[in-house]
């Protein structure tokens, strides 16, 4: 069971998700030493991501986002906090007229 879960729903379609899904990539990738994959299917895209401690996924659909992550030793003690800055920056993301700028 993982110890994130996000999930929420948008009206981007499935192009404008990417779009924001793909800045969230590359944000996470910058700001905190995530490696990420990316991959493109018909109906659902997935982004794995990882480093040391943390490990997980956020599937994107044309109406939804669902992110979970597992959390090592280290870092489960912060597991709230976690997930809370991620939720706000994803709904930064979702809210923006652009489909997001930065992820903060």
């Not at 996000?6 to 924001?20: D, F, K, P, Y």
């Not at 990420?36 to 991501?49: H, M, S």
């Not at 979970?68 to 030793?73: D, K, M, Q, S, V």
């Not at 800055?85 to 709904?91: F, G, M, P, V």
Request: net charge negative.
């Amino acid at each position: 069971m993982p110890d994130i879960h996000i999930e929420r729903n948008h009206t981007l379609g499935i192009a404008g998700a990417r779009e924001v899904a793909r800045q969230w990539v590359q944000q996470v990738e910058q700001d905190y030493g995530l490696e990420c994959t990316y991959t493109e299917g018909k109906t659902c895209d997935v982004a794995r991501f990882s480093r040391p401690g943390i490990d997980g996924t956020v599937e994107v659909t044309a109406d939804t986002f669902k992110l979970e992550a597992t959390l090592g030793f280290l870092f489960s003690s912060f597991s709230e906090q976690i997930e809370q800055k991620i939720s706000r920056n994803l709904d930064a993301l979702l809210e923006s007229p652009n489909g997001g700028t930065r992820f903060a």
